[in-house]
Structures are given as structure tokens and as C-alpha cells.
């Protein structure tokens, strides 16, 4: 929850990437919830 509100006080203007830091192992429904979540908190276009 915390990073939630941290990212929606970050106003607009960012870019997430999954090019670095995804571990190797990561279970791919972890990689899908956290692009969900993302994609769920972005600014309107």
C-alpha cells in the first residue's frame, strides 16, 4: 500500500520497465500482478 501512495504522489512522467531487476525464478503471475497494478494506477491519457 505504501508504494501505491508513493507512486501516485509522483505525479506523471514516469516509465516502468521491466528490462532490469525482474529476478531470474520470479514467478510469472507475480510479473503479470505488478504490470496489472501498474496499469491500474497510471494517470489517465
Given at each position: 500500500a505504501r508504494v501505491l501512495e508513493?507512486?501516485?504522489g509522483a505525479g506523471a512522467g514516469?516509465?516502468?520497465n521491466l528490462?532490469?531487476?525482474v529476478i531470474v525464478g520470479t514467478?510469472?503471475?507475480n510479473?503479470?500482478?505488478l504490470v496489472q497494478?501498474?496499469?491500474a494506477h497510471a494517470p489517465p491519457r
Open positions: 508513493l507512486a501516485d514516469h516509465i516502468f528490462g532490469h531487476g514467478p510469472v503471475e510479473v503479470k500482478a497494478q501498474v496499469h
